[in-house]
Structure formats: C-alpha cells, structure tokens
C-alpha cells in the first residue's frame, strides 16, 4: 500500500482506504493504516474500517440482499433484532452464507452492492465510509 501511494502517478488523487476489522481492535488497525498513509506522503487519505466485515453493509439492508438473490422473503430479516446493529454481528458473511446457500464473497458484492440504499441501511461502518465519501467528491 504504501509502495501504491508513493508511486501514484496521477496527480490531484485521493485516497480513501478502507479495511475489515476482522478480530483486531478497531482503533489499532485505523491507527496502522492511517500511520502507513503518512509513511507514502498521503496523510490526507480518508481511512475506514468495516466493523468485522465489509459484509455489514449488506447485512445492513437485507432487502438489497433480497433483490440480488431473488429471495423476497430475505427482505423480512430487517426488522429481525439480531440483524438491527449489523456491525456487532461477529460474522456477516457467515450470516449471509446462512440465508443464501452457496454464498461467495465476490459474487456476492458484485450482485448486492449496486441495490444498496443509504435509507434503508442500518450499518453505521457503511454510513461513516459513505459520508467520507461524499466529503471528498464535495472538496
């Protein structure tokens, strides 16, 4: 990453890096990313990290989910207390694996993430990256 930044050859770019928290503490691995920008010259890059997986987000509105898969009835699991805070879930992609059979991670980005709606998504990781976002297209 920090090879990718120096080295970037198009100039007036900004970045935004974003990781899994996976089972690390949330602030150390923000703390160890954000020190890498620094170490490339980049410490105006916007630093996220998914709270567990980047899979919150979708567990986050289960009706995107729903749409992907052509499984209405997943759209139901929204109003479900366990899937309310979907960045406390210790595994979302073990929890979409759970409803969607044969889940695979990258397929299953490409086919949800363009239903994601910011109004229906419960995730607050998917908000904090989204309004960061929006932050830098407005700079």
Not at 51 to 74: I, T, Y
Request: aromatic share 6%.
């Amino acid at each position: 990453m920090v090879l990718r930044m120096r080295h970037w050859l198009l100039p007036n770019s900004r970045f935004v890096v974003m990781r899994d928290q996976d089972s690390g503490d949330c602030r150390e691995v923000k703390a160890g990313l954000v020190q890498r920008c620094v170490e490339a010259g980049r410490p105006d890059a916007v630093v996220r990290v998914a709270c567990r997986e980047l899979e919150s987000f979708f567990v986050g509105d289960w009706q995107a989910v729903a749409q992907a898969f052509d499984k209405p009835a997943l759209a139901r699991l929204t109003g479900k207390a366990t899937y309310r805070n979907p960045d406390l879930l210790g595994s979302p992609s073990g929890e979409l694996g759970r409803h969607v059979p044969g889940y695979q991670k990258r397929d299953g980005a490409r086919r949800i993430a363009p239903l994601v709606s910011a109004g229906r998504n419960t995730s607050r990781s998917y908000h904090a990256l989204r309004t960061a976002v929006q932050a830098l297209g407005a700079a």
